[in-house]
């Protein structure tokens, strides 16, 4: 099955139309990958949600402790931690 995000230029930015969980997905994946293995693996696009503006600085930096300080940092840590979970696992085997 082919899947594909919706996107629409504007200006120097990109606005996603549809797949914002498969994009945020790859990126928390990306940032654990960097987080373990170096900046090879750093993202090559950042997220910025337009109604949550303030959770691109959490998915920059994601910090597990601020979790409690909004529903979004509370998904966006818990998605982070089950990813690394499934990385963990393959790890140990």
């Known amino acids: 099955m082919l899947t594909t995000n919706v ?3 504007s200006n120097e ?3 996603l139309i549809d797949g914002q969980q ?3 997905t790859i990126y928390l994946i990306c940032k654990y990958m960097e ?3 170096g900046d090879l693996y750093e993202p090559s696009f950042k997220l910025e949600y337009e109604t949550r503006k303030e959770s691109a600085n959490f998915l920059g930096n994601i910090d597990l402790s601020l979790r409690e300080l909004n529903i979004d940092y509370y998904f966006i840590a818990s998605a982070y931690e089950y990813y690394r979970a499934i ?3 393959k790890d140990t085997g």
């Open 35 to 37: 987080a373990k293995l």
């Open 87 to 89: 990385f963990y696992r």
């Open 22 to 24: 498969r994009l945020t």
């Open 7 to 9: 996107v629409k230029k």
């Open 13 to 15: 930015r990109f606005e």
